[in-house]
């Protein structure tokens, strides 16, 4: 069974930093997927933070540029988001997700209609 589970979320002030945590289990070739981070806030639909490729490509919104960092460990099979200057409107469900086709995934992804699995999430509280 393909499974991610986030961790690391948390209560933090305006200014401060988190580091988000995404252990996967299940996965046979877990260096060759396109890896995210999307974030839901309430009232709001889900949108993509961060994505990462096999090769260590990454792409970010302009919302979170210079201030969001995603990092994967394959040894580890987990895939990070260092959050830095976190402001009140990062405050949401933060959720990981892959992406595997069959074929080492070139290119990262920001949609999340293109991954295929998802963790439970965890919540990040930034307050002002």
């Known amino acids: 069974q393909v499974q991610l589970v986030e961790s690391g979320g948390g209560s933090v002030q305006a200014g401060g930093s988190l580091r988000l945590s995404c252990e996967a289990s299940?996965?046979?070739?877990?260096?060759?997927?396109?890896l995210g981070w999307f974030r839901q806030a309430p009232g709001k639909e889900r949108e993509g933070v961060a994505g990462?490729?096999?090769?260590?490509?990454?792409i970010y919104p302009d919302s979170v540029k210079g201030r969001f960092t995603i990092s994967r460990d394959n040894a580890k099979n987990t895939l990070y988001l260092q959050m830095d200057t976190l402001e009140p409107e990062d405050t949401a469900m933060y959720y990981c997700?892959?992406?595997?086709?069959?074929?080492?995934?070139?290119?990262?992804?920001?949609?999340?209609?293109?991954?295929?699995?998802w963790g439970q999430g965890t919540q990040v509280t930034v307050s002002s």
């Open positions: 299940g996965y046979t070739y877990y260096n060759g997927y396109c």
């Open positions: 997700a892959a992406r595997w086709t069959g074929a080492r995934c070139t290119g990262p992804r920001s949609g999340q209609d293109q991954y295929y699995y």
């Open positions: 990462i490729d096999s090769v260590g490509k990454t």
